[in-house]
């Protein structure tokens, strides 16, 4: 049995909702007001849509915000799907042309790759690890050596005093 298809014009007239207040819906609630092409430039409303425009007016009269009613409308009709928003069918071909060996082999490289840098990243911690103590452990002589000020008045009675260069005198050489 085919399905009642209606045009805007006969939309409005069975729900007695206004065209214009039928364009809005439509743009706020694309996925719920169902459309069926049937050759000619306007589309044409399934025979739920009058059902749907009735119960998004209603949910208008009583307060009901946007967010609300797209919830409601959630949970009570399904959602159209629009198949200009799925991957052209060259992507999915490029996939269904691997063989499983080579799929293997793909997921075979990305395992030994995780691999290494599991080894990696555990030398890196081990790095890590020695240079810490090795902060600490400098630290802790330091503590034990004389206060700085000290340090600097003997190393300049020992080092002639340099003045330190400045960024232009760096770039000429």
Do not use: C
Not at 17 to 38: C, G, L, M, V, W
Not at 113 to 120: L, P
């Amino acid at each position: 049995m085919a399905s009642k298809l209606y045009t805007l014009a006969e939309l409005s007239e069975v729900t007695g909702i206004p065209e214009s207040t039928i364009r809005n819906y439509r743009k706020r609630f694309e996925d719920y007001i169902h459309t069926a092409q049937d050759g000619s430039r306007y589309p044409k409303y399934t025979d739920e849509a009058p059902e749907v425009l009735r119960m998004i007016a209603r949910a208008y009269k009583q307060g009901m915000t946007h967010a609300e009613i797209a919830r409601e409308l959630n949970l009570n009709y399904a959602q159209s799907i629009n198949h200009a928003q799925e991957p052209p069918e060259s992507h999915q071909t490029a996939l269904a042309t691997i063989s499983p060996a080579e799929a293997l082999g793909i997921v075979a490289q990305a395992m030994q790759m995780i691999a290494d840098q599991r080894n990696e990243v555990e030398a890196l911690r081990a790095e890590v690890k020695e240079l810490r103590e090795a902060i600490n452990s400098s630290s802790n002589t330091t503590a034990t050596q004389e206060p700085p000020e000290q340090q600097n008045s003997q190393q300049s009675q020992t080092q002639p005093a340099t003045q330190p260069r400045r960024w232009w005198q760096i770039w000429k050489g």
